[in-house]
């Protein structure tokens, strides 16, 4: 099952500004499509409730007990938000991806609006630093596709994800060093926010038949009163 998609997260997705949401389904479907197929892998997808948090929390170490286990965690994705106000909800104006090689000990930072979110991420990588109790090369990715207005960056960071999870980590010859350069590689916006909303359609169908299929005595059944409690709990003691 989904996290829930309210109305204002399918509106974002069909033409404005991603939510916290909208993008935390998209990891959820690759974490349970993609990434389910590869057991051995140790990568995370961080929400960006979680990176928001992380980004904000004067000691990160408070928040281990909510944060996932990265003892073993080789790969992690962060969606970094611009947002400075803790209190404000879907606050902030942009979008961008902190992509953190722990086994190599360096963080790539795409932006589609370069250098826009450039603070945040430094200051989110300075706090995984603290967590993970060693330095991150910080390297900002110069190469990274940039956007053509002023509300794709949050499919940007869906679509940049979705390739560099499945064309650069999971399917790498582990035995060969691998370029996280994005030089040449086009992002068409319109075709993922399409591609997400026939995602969240199938599911929703896929739901609906689901359902359907389940058994119900208050559903479809001949008999015209509610089902009963079997015999043999008889026999059990009740207590008062």
Known sequence: MYGVMTKLDVDSIKNDWLTDNAIAFWEEYLEREELNQFPAAQIILLRPSMSFMLMNTPNPLTLKEV?????????????????????????????????????????????????????????????????????????????????????????????????????RLLRADANKKISMSMKEQYVNAQDGRKTMLNLIESKRKEGERRRSRSVSPFRSSKSKTPPRIGEENESLKSSW
């Open 67 to 167: 944060l996932p286990d990265f003892t073993r965690t080789t790969h992690m994705f962060l969606p970094v938000n611009d947002n400075r106000d803790v209190e404000a909800a879907e606050g902030g104006s942009h979008w961008s991806l902190l992509l953190v090689s722990v086994i190599d000990g360096v963080a790539f930072h795409y932006d589609s609006l370069q250098p826009s979110n450039d603070m945040e991420a430094r200051k989110t990588s300075k706090k995984l630093e603290v967590l993970l109790g060693k330095k991150l090369r910080f390297i900002h990715m110069d190469d990274a596709p940039q956007q053509e207005n002023g509300s794709d960056c949050g499919v940007f960071v869906c679509l940049l994800t979705k390739h560099l999870l499945l064309k």
